[in-house]
């Protein structure tokens, strides 16, 4: 059985910084092409960064060089750094496969 479960949400003043992690179990996790989305209040899911098996990664413009996505296969889990947030950053942040997702995590950016 396929579980992600992230974590490392909570509250941050706008130019705060986070960390989230995502545990999987159940895939062959070192050859799994991983994805971050976020749902803010009111939105729909937006893509927000993916990272190969290789370590390539990829992200929205929105999020350029204040997010970095990693991963860490021995240990099985995903990360997302995230940098100088701002407000409209404000969702609930999940982790995914092409074919299954976290529960997710609540990032709120507010002062």
């Known amino acids: 059985q396929v579980q992600l479960v992230e974590s490392g949400g909570g509250l941050v003043q706008p130019g705060g910084s986070l960390r989230l992690s995502c545990a999987a179990s159940g895939i062959i996790f070192g050859v799994s092409v991983m994805h971050w989305y976020r749902q803010g209040p009111g939105k729909q899911r937006e893509w927000v960064a993916s990272i190969t098996s290789g370590g390539s990664t990829y992200y929205r413009d929105s999020v350029k060089g204040r997010f970095t996505a990693s991963r860490d296969n021995a240990k099985k889990t995903l990360y997302l750094q995230m940098n100088s947030l701002k407000p409209e950053d404000t969702a609930v942040y999940y982790c995914?496969?092409?074919?299954?997702w976290g529960q997710g995590t609540q990032v709120t950016v507010s002062s």
């Open positions: 995914s496969t092409d074919e299954n």
